[in-house]
Structures are given as C-alpha cells and as structure tokens.
T-cell receptor, first 113, second 111 residues
Framework: DGGITQSPKYLFRKEGQNVTLSCEQNLNHDAMYWYRQDPGQGLRLIYY?????DFQKGDIAEGYSVSREKKESFPLTVTSAQKNPTAFYLCASSIWGNGNTIYFGEGSWLTVV | SQELEQSPQSLIVQEGKNLTINCTSS?????LYWYKQKYGEGLIFLMM?????EEKSHEKITAKLDEKKQQSSLHITASQPSHAGIYLC???????????FGQGTILTVHP
C-alpha cells in the first residue's frame, strides 16, 4: 500500500541524548516535511525538503536536524539542544507546489524522561 | 507570516445536530486545507479549496471559502459519533507547499 510510515510510534529519551525519528514514503513525492504538534497549538513546521540533498528550516528548527539522502526518506534527529522535545511529531509529503495535497504519517510520540 | 485562527476551540453537540467550524486568516489564502485528526494519530485529508466562493462537499461535510479568500467554514450536517475528533485548517502561504495550521477545533458528538 502507498503511504507514509513513521517509526517508532513511541519513543522515550533521557535528557542529553539525541534521538532519530524515521519517515519513509512510497508515494514518489518530491517534498517532505516535519511538523511538531503540542496540545492547543496546532502544528508547527520544523524542517522541509523540496528535493533530495536539499532542505530548509521551518519555523522552529532550533534543536533539530534532518537529512535527505534518498527521495523516500527524511529522518529527523532531535538533539540534546532541543529544550522541550516532548511532543507529537508528524511527517508529511507532497508533490511540490501550491494546490497539491499534503499527506501525513501516523505520527511519533517522543517523551523525555 | 500567515496566521490562522479557528473557532470555536471546542464543540460538544448531540448526535444529529448540525455544526460549523470557522477558520480565519490574517492574509489572503492561496489554498485552504481541512484535515481531521484522531488524538495521537495522523491527519486525514478532507478537502482543499483554492478559489474565492468555492464550495466542496464529501458525504455530510461541506467546506466553503469566502469570496475574499480570508475565511473558510466547515459544516457538518446531522453529526454522528464518527465525526468526533480534531479538525484542523491549514493554508498555503507565500511559500509553495508549506502549510500553516490553525490551533484545531476539538469536536465531541454525544450519542
């Protein structure tokens, strides 16, 4: 089936550790995105990528890093520099450009313990 | 930057009742998207509106974009418990493909 797969669904991190969230899509989409969702705040854009080997910061990129070595994959690393990483993370993909639907994965919960 | 405000923030209705959720933008909307989300899950695409005055329907859900392209409404007719969830509007800003989202409206439907 075509879609976006995020893993793991639940992740616990100790303070000071980096963690990487996986996002894979088989929709042949050029663009991929990472959003963070906190209660009552909607979704905020962390990073996005229009094409392989290129990515841009979103509104809240500090403390995060990404890579785009393959069209299908856009992993997000939450670094120890992120002061408040506990949140729900959503990966998305689309054909690049206005008017194209953005499709979302099922999300990953990250909790710092 | 573009900001979207949704109202109401939460809504509780009895099954069978109609309801409306609004999404207002601080700037002209180039594209307005409606998504539904179950808590802790991904977003499900409902509809996308681009033209002023446009209206789309899917089953019992109708979305409209006003002529000035700064406000959209989502209307559910004869609500059912399956309609419960979080409804989010998202908008294309000046940068292609990046969506800005409203804070969401939590809908509860009592049987």
């Amino acid at each position: 089936d075509g879609g976006i797969t995020q893993s793991p669904k639940y992740l616990f991190r100790k303070e000071g550790q980096n963690v990487t969230l996986s996002c894979e899509q088989n929709l042949n989409h050029d663009a991929m995105y990472w959003y963070r969702q906190d209660p009552g705040q909607g979704l905020r854009l962390i990073y996005y990528s229009q094409i392989v080997n290129d990515f841009q910061k979103g509104d809240i990129a500090e403390g995060y890093s990404v890579s785009r070595e393959k069209k299908e994959s856009f992993p997000l690393t939450v670094t120890s520099a992120q002061k408040n990483p506990t949140a729900f993370y959503l990966c998305a993909s689309s054909i690049w450009g206005n008017g194209n639907t953005i499709y979302f994965g099922e999300g990953s919960w990250l909790t710092v313990v | 930057s573009q900001e979207l405000e949704q109202s109401p923030q939460s809504l509780i209705v009895q099954e069978g009742k109609n309801l409306t959720i609004n999404c207002t933008s601080s700037k002209t909307l180039y594209g307005l998207y409606w998504y539904k989300q179950k808590y802790g899950e991904g977003l499900i695409f409902l509809m996308m509106l681009q033209k002023g005055g446009e209206e789309k329907s899917h089953e019992k859900i109708t979305a409209k974009l006003d002529e000035k392209k700064q406000q959209s409404s989502l209307h559910i007719t004869a609500s059912q418990p399956s309609h419960a969830g979080i409804y989010l509007c998202g908008a294309d800003g000046t940068s292609y493909g990046k969506l800005t989202f409203g804070q969401g409206t939590i809908l509860t439907v009592h049987p």
